[in-house]
């Protein structure tokens, strides 16, 4: 079990809100034991609390992994804290947005081995996608280890390099929330139908998670899925016709979308 190397030498994780709480979570859930994890977190929640992790307990001196959970915003202030465990055989792993291995490096030396990864919310049921890549200094195992780890709440592509973890977060990392408001959206618009709010609102919800289980189950293609669904001269052709025009509909829109939050994830890196 890729696991086994944490069991053995610990790993510490490096603030546990949301996303850090569901990996840990899901660490558990695997059968790592919580004595192995030393959680640097300074606004624990009561289920962190009952974990059995070291919390806020200092770190091994050696650990396998230091895995930072924190937001791009605070990574300045909280580095420092692991700052020592660079150059050696932690693996450093990172699940911030818009911080470059080249930033990490700098902060705990050129040798240390480096993973970056970009997760998204659905992590938190399980159900996330990562996105991976790494610098020189990451083994096939150490990459290996990082898959394990972030294989605990869904899927994992590894990239072919560090250029691509914009895009990665511009599509999936950013992706829910796109996903939510088309469910705000359609709501919405059937309430502009004379559907009750409450009514709408659940139509849409469970429409939304159904054809995202659909799509994620079935051997066909989205492209086939929507095909299947769609009747020559019916409703939903009368609707798709607008949603996939090719000057005002989803296509457009969306590249604009991504476009924008790529750019953003470039600009916070730079």
């Given at each position: ?263 953003r994830g470039r600009e916070l890196g730079a």
């Amino acid at each position: 079990m890729v696991l086994d190397r944490i069991a053995s030498e610990g790993m510490v994780l490096l603030g546990c809100g949301k996303m850090g709480s569901a990996l840990l979570a899901g660490w558990l859930a695997a059968g790592l034991p919580s004595a192995s994890v030393w959680v640097l977190e300074p606004n624990p929640s009561d289920w962190l609390g009952k974990t059995g992790v070291h919390l806020n307990a200092g770190v091994p001196p050696a650990p396998a992994v230091a895995l930072l959970a924190v937001k791009p915003q605070m990574m300045g202030a909280a580095l420092p804290a692991l700052q020592a465990l660079g150059n050696g055989r932690t693996l450093v792993i990172s699940i911030a947005a818009g911080t470059s291995i080249a930033t990490f490096e700098t902060v705990f030396g050129a040798e240390t081995p480096i993973v970056r990864t970009m997760p998204n919310t659905p992590a938190m049921v399980g159900r996330g996608i990562t996105g991976l890549c790494h610098n020189s200094h990451a083994t096939t195992a150490d990459v290996a280890l990082a898959k394990a780890l972030m294989a605990a709440v869904g899927e994992v592509v590894v990239l072919d390099g560090e250029h691509q973890i914009d895009a990665v977060t511009a599509v999936s990392g950013s992706g829910p929330a796109y996903v939510f408001h088309l469910i705000e959206a359609m709501a919405a618009a059937g309430v502009a139908e004379g559907l009750p709010p409450d009514t709408a609102m659940r139509l849409a919800r469970a429409t939304v998670c159904g054809a995202g289980e659909l799509a994620y189950r079935a051997p066909e293609t989205a492209e086939e899925l929507r095909v299947n669904v769609t009747s020559p001269g019916g409703t939903t052709a009368a609707a798709l016709a607008v949603l996939m025009d090719p000057a005002t509909g989803f296509p457009p829109l969306l590249r604009r979308a991504v476009k924008a939050a790529a750019d953003r994830g470039r600009e916070l890196g730079a």
